[in-house]
């Protein structure tokens, strides 16, 4: 069984998944992900942070944050390796979407990068399209931005 639990981005388990995630970015990427964070960015009502645990074990992480008003950004989405193909991380990307829309929001947005073609998969099969740049990574070549206009839940 699949089950959504909210938890603070600095909880140990967040910390482990998240230090799996930024690893992988180092041999996709060369270096890990330096986009500024406050894990308090994290807590509601402005953000949630969620890790997915699968019969028993923690096996994803997602979490979003309010960016600017009306708009949310959705990041560190990871699953493990052992865990991916299952469909997770769609799960994981609806219950962010549903969260971010049941807080008001219009809009959500978020960063990728060419070396996670199944990111980039995931993102457009669910209705995400092409955004702007913005962050730190807004002149990186390989970076990708996306985003969503949400129904109010």
Request: glycine share 10%; hydrophobic share 40%; no cysteine.
């Amino acid at each position: 069984m699949f089950v959504l639990e909210p938890h603070p981005f600095d909880h140990p388990q967040s910390v482990q998944l998240i230090d799996e995630l930024q690893a992988e970015y180092l041999v996709r990427y060369g270096t890990p992900d330096e986009t500024p964070i406050d894990p308090g960015e994290f807590d509601p009502p402005a953000g949630q942070f969620l890790i997915g645990v699968l019969n028993g074990d923690p096996v994803a992480i997602g979490g979003w944050r309010q960016l600017r008003p009306g708009v949310a950004e959705i990041k560190r989405m990871y699953v493990v390796k052992q865990a991916r193909g299952l469909g997770l991380a769609r799960r994981m990307l609806a219950a962010l979407e549903s969260a971010v829309a049941t807080r008001g929001f219009e809009q959500v947005i978020l960063m990728t990068g060419t070396e996670q073609p199944e990111a980039i998969a995931l993102y457009e099969s669910s209705g995400y399209e092409s955004a702007e740049a913005y962050g730190i990574y807004a002149g990186e070549p390989n970076a990708r931005f996306y985003q969503k206009r949400l129904s109010r839940e």
